[in-house]
């Protein structure tokens, strides 16, 4: 079958939602399916509205000889209008939502807009693909539940040589401060802020904070939070790294005690299983896809959104209590372990593409 897929930038992106476009694309392929990249450039949001003006995206669109059309609904803006103007179409077109911007924290007037937008937009689809429950939901909350859609959840399971239990019994009775790790770029949503006002009410310097991400996405937003880490004194405890990949990126999660990733919203939180995998208790937020893979109490923390009391009461356990982190480190890697591969999601999203095509 011959598939296009429409994203923005590069499936090279550092995030969860292109590391599943990614992973996809490659299962695809294995199959036998022909797959072509249709990279739009990134843009502001206004600006992206501008291209359904776009004659000459309309043409590279409307003339693909697609049997089906995959659309990465990031880029939703550029394409609510266009792909209604493409006409007696040659292909379908499934929308792949890794969660909808008008889910995120915002005012309440700009939420409004999303959402009109991408109703719009996901009324263009034929069909959906989500990867969590929550995030299908979301969809049909906008557009309802008549159309063909398959929820498949990421796998956690790119990385070799994982601890074994021995090993992370020997972390967890390390000497010194907890580790924690924060997996994700440095936008508002991702939490970072709400980390750094829970550590501070801890009242404890027994731990040490990495955050791994983009710099660069949201500079005032990362000029802020290093604000409030020279307020709380943090200096010699946080490190904001920059991106961190490959080898580096599994020393870090191989020397870490637990992720903290307390996210406003999260389609899934693929960053969250593969934590998991090394055998790393998890905090997540409660809205989204999260409560999907994290067990509040066993395998990790759930956080309401905003409630940085709460976060530092869960910290504060851990940080008290190595016998409670090994309990929960250990459950975290059966957790990970009961959880389908790549190789799951990838056959499930391929059989749904093939039925979906020969059903229409």
Not at 71 to 97: C, K, T
Not at 138 to 162: C, I, M, T, Y
Not at 188 to 207: E, I, M, N, V, Y
Not at 344 to 352: E, L, M, N, Q
Request: aromatic share 8%; net charge positive.
């Amino acid at each position: 079958m011959r598939l296009g897929l429409v994203i923005y930038g590069s499936l090279e992106t550092i995030s969860g939602g292109f590391l599943y476009d990614r992973m996809l694309v490659q299962y695809l392929r294995s199959q036998g399916d022909e797959v072509e990249v249709i990279s739009l450039p990134w843009r502001a949001y206004g600006r992206g509205l501008l291209d359904n003006l776009s004659r000459s995206l309309r043409q590279r669109l409307g003339d693909g000889r697609y049997d089906l059309l995959i659309q990465d609904e990031l880029i939703h803006p550029s394409l609510f209008w266009l792909n209604r103007r493409l006409g007696a179409r040659r292909y379908l077109m499934v929308a792949v939502v890794h969660h909808l911007r008008s889910r995120e924290g915002r005012s309440p007037w700009q939420n409004r807009l999303y959402r009109w937008v991408e109703r719009r937009y996901l009324d263009t689809a034929d069909g959906f693909i989500c990867p969590s429950r929550a995030t299908l939901k979301s969809v049909e909350d906008l557009v309802g539940a008549r159309r063909p859609a398959v929820v498949a959840a990421p796998g956690g399971n790119r990385f070799s040589g994982l601890p074994t239990p021995e090993e992370i019994g020997a972390r967890a009775a390390w000497a010194g401060p907890l580790r924690i790790l924060f997996l994700g770029n440095l936008i508002p949503r991702k939490g970072l802020h709400l980390l750094l006002s829970a550590l501070a009410q801890t009242g404890r310097r027994d731990w040490r904070l990495t955050a791994a991400g983009s710099l660069t996405m949201a500079l005032d937003y990362v000029r802020r939070l290093r604000r409030q880490m020279a307020r709380a004194g943090f200096a010699s405890q946080v490190e904001l790294s920059g991106p961190v990949v490959d080898d580096a990126l599994k020393a870090l999660l191989a020397g870490s005690h637990v992720l903290a990733v307390p996210s406003s919203y999260e389609g899934f939180g693929i960053v969250y299983l593969e934590g998991m995998g090394f055998g790393l208790p998890a905090i997540a937020g409660t809205a989204g896809g999260a409560v999907e893979i994290v067990s509040h109490g066993r395998d990790g923390f759930l956080v309401e959104p905003g409630d940085a009391a709460a976060l530092g009461q869960y910290l504060q356990q851990l940080l008290e209590d190595r016998g409670l982190l090994l309990t929960m480190s250990l459950a975290a890697r059966e957790r990970y372990l009961a959880h389908p591969t790549w190789a799951d999601a990838g056959a499930s999203i391929h059989r749904f593409l093939h039925d979906f095509r020969a059903s229409r």
